[in-house]
């Protein structure tokens, strides 16, 4: 830079923006041309910036001069005058940091006004990134990603609610199509939750990490650069481990924080798919998962993931499993929203042919019992999965049908009735002498009010001549989906999930007999208490207990 340039850089008189649109436009045009023309014509730098800023203009005139900006200054990244020299004069050492303040200014404008507005956030998003791009390129790179633009623009987007379509704009054009992007964008989400924690923070981090879904599985997938300089082998964004590991600490920054439930289950639900492909070490998510298994309730049901893939794959030795897992049967499972996730890991975790007869027979009578008090459309997968069981496991198949060899002890248990060894309390599932008792639950069953669900029932009483049942078939049903969603078919035992559907599209052949006067009372008389048996039959069928 010569001295002649830089003594002609001192600002001028700022230029009127009170003419025409069209006369704006094309004074935005001519600044720009000048700046590129001549370093004499530098100041016009201040007039861009105003006219970017300025709320007078219409949006497109102000969209102009962000990208005439935005031009300008990757020219003179290219050129060098955004660059320091050692052996810069006095002169040319004012200019540069003239530049720089003025530099800076553009890119919070982008950062803290545009970026966060829905019209602009999509345009601030690839002008923000191209002096990305520059700034890694022709100046200092680490900086660049590390405390610079890049980490700025990753800052705003994770501590505001206002930056959904950037978000989405950066995630779309930018991480998950280029490599070192994504590489840089675990690391500055680290640091990022490390230094600040709060709830939109957390939830945006968690959000952002989830959505990339594209992992690489070899060295090969990595090989989309944004930087050019990037794609030597030396670099450490080049390698998948350096991927990993990045992502690994990002997600653990996430975990270490101190999550309310609703963050939890939201790191639950992408544990399997989203989180444990990145780590190196998946033994490090034990701490994790082990405090949401013991939390109880739905928390536990979506943690079984997670920790069975710990299990299976790392050898990890969780003491008494089986036995935590039989606590999760309480009367909320089959109620529960993730029941559907939870007996597909059910199917999974009892499926090996080694587990002792008697911690199957707990499960299967435990579940036999809470069947009782299922909806409809809990119980259509309940028995099909009992049924697997059985067939996996021959040694409990007597718990249907149990023979009494002692003819004195058999009419004694007919008159007096027989009292079920099971114990429902009993928290270990070797200890529920469930393997003494019978499925007696699926019998009753039989005479469900649902006749559909009667039928599914009797199937325990059939042969088992059928090798097993696919549980997708009854898997996702609801009071809603049961009648929307089942098939219909010409015969509820070749697909009996098909529950309310089979009931609705029935012909009705006569009909249905109903009280034709509203009674006022069912149970009571006016001005006394409940009715007797006698003057009343309905009463014959109810028993009334005092719970005060």
């Given at each position: 830079?010569?001295t ?16 025409p ?21 530098l100041?016009?730098l ?11 203009v ?9 990208i ?46 545009d ?12 002008l ?7 700034e ?13 633009t ?36 675990f ?10 924690d709060?709830?939109l ?9 989830a959505?990339?879904?594209d ?14 300089t ?14 990993k590991?990045?992502?690994q ?17 939201m ?8 989180i444990?492909?990145?780590?190196l ?11 949401s ?15 069975f893939?710990?299990i ?14 039989y606590?999760l049967?309480?009367?909320?499972a ?27 027979a707990?499960?299967v ?14 119980i ?19 718990m ?11 009419t ?24 003494e ?23 325990i009483?059939?042969?088992f ?15 809603a ?5 089942a ?23 006569k ?23 006698r003057d ?13």
């Amino acid at each position: 830079m010569s001295t002649e340039d830089s003594t002609a850089e001192r600002p001028t008189k700022r230029r009127a923006t009170s003419s025409p649109e069209v006369d704006v436009k094309s004074q935005i045009s001519t600044l720009e041309t000048q700046i590129t023309k001549s370093r004499r014509h530098l100041n016009n730098l201040t007039a861009l910036l105003e006219l970017a800023r300025s709320r007078e203009v219409q949006s497109e005139t102000s969209n102009q001069a962000v990208i005439g900006l935005c031009r300008v200054f990757c020219r003179l990244m290219v050129q060098g005058s955004l660059t320091r020299s050692s052996k810069a004069l006095e002169q040319e050492v004012i200019v540069f940091q003239w530049l720089q303040e003025r530099y800076h200014e553009y890119v919070s404008l982008l950062i803290e006004h545009d970026l966060i507005d829905e019209d602009k956030s999509r345009t601030a998003v690839t002008l923000l990134m191209q002096l990305v791009k520059q700034e890694a390129t022709y100046l200092d790179e680490n900086q660049t990603w590390r405390t610079g633009t890049f980490f700025k623009i990753m800052q705003a987007l994770m501590c505001t609610d206002s930056g959904a379509m950037a978000r989405s704009e950066l995630m779309s054009k930018f991480v998950k199509k280029y490599d070192d992007i994504r590489f840089y964008t675990f690391s500055a989400l680290n640091d990022i939750t490390k230094a600040k924690d709060s709830k939109l923070l957390l939830e945006n981090v968690i959000s952002f990490l989830a959505a990339i879904d594209d992992i690489p599985k070899s060295q090969q997938q990595v090989q989309n650069f944004f930087i050019s300089t990037q794609s030597k082998q030396s670099h450490s964004s080049r390698a998948l481990q350096s991927h990993k590991k990045k992502a690994q600490a990002a997600w653990l920054t996430v975990l270490r924080n101190d999550l309310n439930k609703a963050h939890r289950k939201m790191v639950l639900g992408l544990m399997s798919l989203r989180i444990v492909p990145w780590f190196l070490k998946p033994e490090l998510l034990l701490d994790f998962l082990t405090d949401s298994f013991n939390a109880g309730g739905s928390t536990s049901l979506m943690a079984l993931s997670g920790l069975f893939y710990l299990i299976r794959e790392k050898n990890l030795d969780y003491p008494e499993f089986y036995q935590k897992l039989y606590s999760l049967l309480n009367q909320d499972a089959l109620h529960s929203k993730h029941r559907t996730r939870f007996f597909r890991l059910f199917e999974t975790f009892l499926a090996s042919t080694h587990l002792p007869a008697a911690l199957v027979a707990s499960f299967v009578k435990r579940l036999s019992r809470l069947a009782l008090y299922s909806p409809p459309a809990g119980i259509v997968f309940v028995v099909p999965w009992i049924y697997n069981l059985l067939k996996a496991h021959p040694t409990c198949t007597f718990m249907i049908h149990r023979r009494i060899p002692d003819q004195g002890e058999k009419t004694l248990k007919k008159d007096e009735g027989a009292k079920d060894p099971f114990c429902m309390e009993e928290p270990d599932p070797l200890q529920t002498d469930a393997i003494e008792s019978s499925l007696w639950e699926i019998e009753m069953l039989q005479s469900h009010y649902h006749p559909n669900v009667a039928t599914i029932a009797r199937i325990i009483s059939a042969q088992f001549t059928k090798e097993a049942y696919n549980l997708e078939d009854f898997l996702d049903h609801s009071y809603a989906s049961v009648s929307r969603r089942a098939p219909v078919c010409q015969s509820c035992k070749n697909n009996p999930s098909q529950m309310l559907d089979m009931e609705l599209s029935k012909d009705m052949t006569k009909n249905p007999v109903i009280e034709y006067e509203i009674p006022k009372r069912i149970f009571t008389r006016e001005g006394e208490g409940l009715l007797d048996e006698r003057d009343n039959g309905i009463m014959a069928t109810w028993r009334f207990y005092d719970l005060s």
